[in-house]
């Protein structure tokens, strides 16, 4: 069965972060949460109030620096 995961990133370099954000079955619901969430990250306003936009569209542990944060989508193959 493939899952489709939800990752954010942020930083660059050494400084560069990744998580994993949601797990979902459906490609469609994994697509929209990464849609949601890069519509999110590209507010305008400091980093704490970009933070609290992607908090509230769905990134429990969003994290923001001056690069700025993007979302993608991974397939896996559960087993």
């Known amino acids: 069965m493939k899952i489709y995961t939800v990752e954010g990133s942020t930083g660059e370099y050494e400084d560069r972060r990744t998580w994993s954000v949601k797990a979902f079955k459906s490609k469609k619901k994994a697509d929209e949460l990464c849609y949601k969430l890069n519509k999110a990250a590209d507010k305008r306003g400091d ?4 933070q609290e936009y992607l908090k509230e569209a769905g990134d429990p542990y969003a994290s923001v620096d001056y690069g700025g944060t993007n979302y993608y ?3 896996l193959e559960l087993e």
Not at 47 to 50: A, V
Request: a positive charge; glycine letters at 0%.
């Open 47 to 50: 980093n704490k109030k970009i």
């Open 73 to 75: 989508v991974y397939d």
